[in-house]
């Protein structure tokens, strides 16, 4: 897995700047890509020089412009390292101790059960986790994650439908929301995805209240850039 650009072509700025000026964007679009080894790390990117969470890590993306990359070693929550590829999950974790203790589940079985759903890579898959504000992307991204109402979140949802219909099948639980439902399940199925933000994430990464969480794939973009003007400014359209 290169940092190869995709071979269709996507201008990112031109992008980023249709998805902020339609749906008047607090922040940017991010772009995610992971990193299987410290060689497939595009030079002049720099490590990020502090250990936080993924969720503050897509949030310096997309409030500060930053552009790094975070081995292993730079994520703080390990629930998000191991759904990202990173580390092993830990035993509290994998037996429903960690969140039944937080108080998020009746049992620590229901807890067991939650868990065995969490959306992740391998481990080991991951050497580092990329980061980018999309409109300044240096790395072709796989993910893009955007934060947003939820009344943009409506329309990025009919964008997606706009060109061959169906239904959007969100998958979340409430937990791991931006890094396993919003970027690890987003990469693994090729498939956006809404989530509703969690309490760690609204907790350390700037997630309002008034605000959710999408993921989707990068080959994407260019249709939802697309379909978004004629969506919002359908006769139907609030």
């Known amino acids: 897995m290169s940092n190869e650009p995709m071979k269709i072509p996507v201008n990112y700025g031109e992008a980023a700047e249709a998805l902020k000026s339609i749906l008047g964007l607090k922040g940017s679009p991010v ?8 060689a497939d790390i595009p030079a002049g ?23 790094f990359y975070a081995p292993a070693s730079r994520h703080e929550c390990n629930g998000g390292a191991w759904s990202l590829g ?20 009746d049992s620590d ?29 240096p790395f072709s991204p796989q993910v893009i ?3 947003t109402t939820p009344r943009n979140m409506l329309k990025l949802a009919q964008s997606t439908l706009f060109r061959l219909g169906g239904r959007i099948c969100a998958e979340f639980a409430g937990i791991q ?14 498939q956006p995805n809404f989530s509703m933000g969690c309490d760690g994430s609204r907790k350390y990464s700037g997630i309002g209240d008034d605000e959710m969480v999408m993921g989707f794939p990068a ?12 969506v919002t400014g359908a006769a139907g359209s609030k």
């Open 86 to 105: 990173l580390k092993e999950i830990t035993q509290t974790l994998k037996n429903g101790e960690f969140y039944f203790k937080l108080g998020k589940f």
């Open 219 to 230: 080959e994407m973009l260019p249709e939802l850039v697309t379909a978004l003007p004629i």
């Open 145 to 147: 994650v955007i934060v």
């Open 177 to 190: 929301s931006v890094c396993a439902d919003a970027t690890a399940q987003t990469y693994l199925s090729g």
């Open 45 to 67: 990117i720099p490590e990020l020089d502090k250990t936080i969470r993924h969720c503050s890590m897509v949030n310096l993306a997309r409030m500060e412009g930053k552009i």
């Open 31 to 38: 772009a995610i890509r992971f990193a299987p080894t410290k």
């Open 109 to 137: 079985a229901a807890c067991k059960r939650t868990i065995e759903r969490i959306p992740h890579l391998d481990t080991g898959e991951t050497y580092a986790t990329l980061y980018a504000p999309l409109e300044t992307t």
